[in-house]
């Protein structure tokens, strides 16, 4: 196991060797907002990602795809574009087109191959992306890079986000301290299979990109991938993992080894804070809600159920409101898709009170406990199937009056 | 074709020869309410119905579910009875016992058997059904049946619903006038997989038991299957098709007659208006939404693209915000799970108005042509997929600030 050398509530946000990040306004959909963020890498660094399943997939999904999987070893990832405002989703072969000048302006700058540029949208759908203006701030992010930058580079990606999301601790591995930091953005189209609409994490690591793409895998799975604020699977959902590998230490190349194993926990931990805080600033969000089920077949339906709760509007509303009407959670399993489920064995708990058992409410449980834990500005649901010993858990948020309005609202 | 001879706007509800319904008070929930149906049917009634899906379905599903399969031929259903304000959902074994004594209560007033009665509840989950109150609340109902009740069941049985939902027309059929009446409740938790909490449908018309069945299949799948309002499947929908058989006509007993497809469409008819009625009703909708899906491979897939579109809460604001937020569709199209789908393929139209195609935002498409629909309470989204032949089509409503306050409040 990795040492935690920072606890995570720590403020402060540290520079990772070899990553610099530079901000600019570019007006890319409002003046006066700093919406272009460019995080140029050192030789050397090691880049991989998880993207969206979204047959839609927007236009610097597939180009950073491409680029990822047609890398020259000799050339690697030497910069991230990332906008905010337009997603350069939807927006079909034009699209394309103004992803590919956006990186080949960046190379231009930077002195490299368009292919080592990788860029990333966020904002509306459908909307061609004003790539003239994203040309015109480039030299000013890279004028203003910095390593210790991480703080605006969250503040500079948000859409609907309240707040920005950005993590940072280190670690001991393998008797060298390295350090990881990473930011997010995400509020709303939050759904497994690819959650947050972007995640950078960077740390100063070495390590063989295979095993970096199987980290990556590995800390999606349990963090953005076990997260929804509303059942939306975004059309630019990324995810980055960047190594420098500037750390003193060894490269990390074999999977069972200990320094592994700490690295990836390392990883999974910093990925899962920024996921719980994209689900902490969900739109509208007033109340954080663990989902674990457990004692499943398998993780499938472990997660089935899981969802299920998580997804169900009438049991967002009903935490929203304070209201311990748990028969909502009864009926979202009942329907969560396992056809062979016998409801009499399942054991349902919020926090450590017993709700109901055998089919129905526990004779034990009273509603003034369930409203005690209703109360609550954090909630664990808690399914026992009592089936097997898989077991999963999910993060989600309340529905409340707000996330109407704010999705309503969202482009006036 | 059957031939209509009431248009579908008509106002009057017409009784069905042998279907009498009775109210009455019985304080289930709230007082001064009226919340117990009885309907009675004549001897020679046929009744066939389908149930939720739901693992966790309601005490009442089991036991109607249970009298139905093992119905003896020569003693037919003659009562259904249905309560509003508690489901008898998630009760385990003490709520079968419950829904059972009810029955066996009605059986002695009637002069029948427990297993010729239907129970039927709706309202909250997880809570004790209050039997002695419905006992006591019975013989009221049988004093009050009338044939001509049908307006005040479907108030009856009400929930969240705020407009009674019933729907009557004429059909002539092989030379005989036939009579359809319905009602339905539902307006949350209002999903496929049986859609409708409740609904009833009754004809006069004669048909044999095992074509009735394949009847309400087929229009359960056309109509309350077809809507979605929060994608949530509650735990005691039902849909019951009663045919009475009183019309002087010949039993409809072959699939492959005029008479039976004439039978079959004026059923579909009746529920479809049920269910869209459902929709209409939807907790806090101000928009009707049609979906249709064309040329796909198969309905299957058509369906995942309906309702995954259906489903989105960022779509269901858009609609409520009147936004042309259109980009949300293709994001929801491009997630409906169809892992081969080719985007560049599909064409949306919004009414008649074609908004994307080749994987962008249509040339010609402008967003006040857009706005201009988006305005409108009756609106239709049509996506051609342009791979095969399939289509479908479901019905939904917008999701608005008052979808929250209603579920937020519903047990308060």
């Given at each position: 196991?990795?040492?935690?050398?920072?606890?995570?509530?720590?403020?402060?946000?540290?520079?990772?060797?070899?990553?610099?990040?530079?901000?600019?306004?570019?007006?890319?959909?409002?003046?006066?907002?700093?919406?272009?963020?460019?995080?140029?890498?050192?030789?050397?660094?090691?880049?991989?990602?998880?993207?969206?399943?979204?047959?839609?997939?927007?236009?610097?999904?597939v180009v950073s795809k491409q680029h990822?999987?047609?890398?020259?070893?000799?050339?690697?990832?030497?910069?991230?574009?990332?906008?905010?405002?337009?997603?350069?989703?939807?927006t079909g072969a034009d699209g394309l087109a103004r992803a590919r000048q956006t990186c080949n302006e960046t190379a231009k700058l930077l002195g490299c191959t368009a292919a080592q540029v990788l860029p990333f949208s966020t904002g509306v759908i459908m909307e061609p992306l004003p790539v003239e203006r994203i040309v015109a701030g480039l030299p000013h992010c890279l004028a203003a890079l910095r390593a210790d930058a991480w703080g605006d580079a969250a503040a500079a990606i948000m859409t609907t986000d309240t707040v920005p999301k950005a993590a940072s601790r280190q670690f001991e591995i393998?008797?060298?301290?390295?350090?990881?930091?990473?930011?997010a953005k995400g509020a709303?189209?939050?759904?497994?299979?690819?959650?947050?609409?972007?995640?950078?994490?960077?740390?100063?690591?070495k390590i063989s990109t295979a095993l970096l793409k199987s980290v990556?895998?590995?800390?999606?799975?349990?963090?953005?991938?076990a997260i929804t604020v509303d059942g939306d699977t975004s059309t630019n959902d990324s995810f980055m993992l960047i190594a420098s590998g500037q750390a003193p230490m060894a490269e990390i190349a074999d999977t069972k080894s200990a320094e592994y194993l700490a690295f990836r926990d390392a990883i999974t931990a910093v990925a899962t804070e920024l996921a719980q805080?994209?689900?902490?600033?969900?739109?509208?969000?007033?109340k954080f809600i663990t989902i674990k089920v457990e004692a499943g077949r398998d993780e499938a339906e472990c997660r089935k159920?899981?969802?299920?709760?998580?997804?169900?509007?009438?049991?967002?509303?009903?935490?929203?409101?304070?209201?311990?009407?748990?028969?909502?959670?009864?009926?979202?399993?009942?329907?969560a898709g396992i056809n062979d489920l016998e409801v009499e064995g399942i054991e349902l708990y919020l926090d450590d009170v017993l709700v109901a058992e055998r089919g129905g409410r526990s004779p034990a449980y009273e509603e003034a406990q369930g409203q005690r834990v209703m109360k609550q500005?954090?909630?664990?649901?808690?399914?026992?199937?009592?089936?097997?010993?898989?077991?999963?858990?999910?993060?989600?948020?309340?529905l409340s009056h707000d996330y109407v309005s704010i999705n309503a609202d969202y482009r006036s």
């Open positions: 196991m990795p040492v935690n050398l920072n606890p995570p509530d720590s403020k402060a946000l540290l520079p990772v060797d070899g990553v610099e990040l530079g901000i600019a306004e570019a007006g890319v959909r409002k003046a006066n907002r700093r919406d272009l963020l460019l995080i140029r890498l050192a030789e050397g660094a090691k880049v991989a990602g998880v993207f969206t399943q979204n047959r839609f997939c927007a236009a610097p999904v990822l999987s047609t890398l020259d070893p000799d050339r690697g990832i030497r910069a991230l574009v990332v906008n905010t405002g337009v997603a350069n989703a939807g393998g008797g060298a301290r390295i350090t990881v930091t990473g930011i709303g189209m939050i759904h497994p299979g690819m959650a947050t609409m972007l995640g950078f994490v960077a740390t100063d690591a990556v895998a590995h800390a999606a799975n349990h963090s953005f991938n805080a994209i689900v902490r600033d969900g739109e509208g969000a007033t159920v899981a969802f299920a709760i998580a997804h169900s509007p009438l049991i967002k509303t009903a935490f929203f409101a304070s209201d311990p009407n748990l028969g909502r959670i009864l009926a979202a399993i009942g329907y500005a954090e909630i664990t649901v808690r399914v026992v199937l009592n089936r097997g010993r898989a077991a999963t858990t999910v993060w989600t948020c309340d």
